[in-house]
């Protein structure tokens, strides 16, 4: 359990070093914006996320105590 904890970690912070920071949103951009929820239901490994990242490529990476989690807009992949 531990080591997958520190995988986790490791792969979180290798992601949040090497990705570029997006750019800001501008107001006239604000009507495209979807906003939605990720559950256990959709797939993620634990409710508790503590760990946000959008990489370039467009994926949502969310890290859990359970895992990494890497949600593409249509579903879920966990790493553990």
Excluded: K
């Amino acid at each position: 359990m531990r080591t997958s904890q520190i995988t986790a970690f490791a792969i979180t912070a290798f992601i949040s070093f090497t990705s570029q920071a997006q750019n800001p949103v501008s107001p006239g951009d604000w009507d495209n914006i979807r906003v939605g929820r990720l559950s256990i239901d959709q797939g993620l490994s634990q409710v508790t996320v503590l760990a946000i990242l959008q990489d370039r490529r467009g994926f949502i990476w969310l890290g859990t105590q359970n895992g990494l989690n890497r949600y593409d807009g249509y579903g879920m992949t966990v790493f553990t």
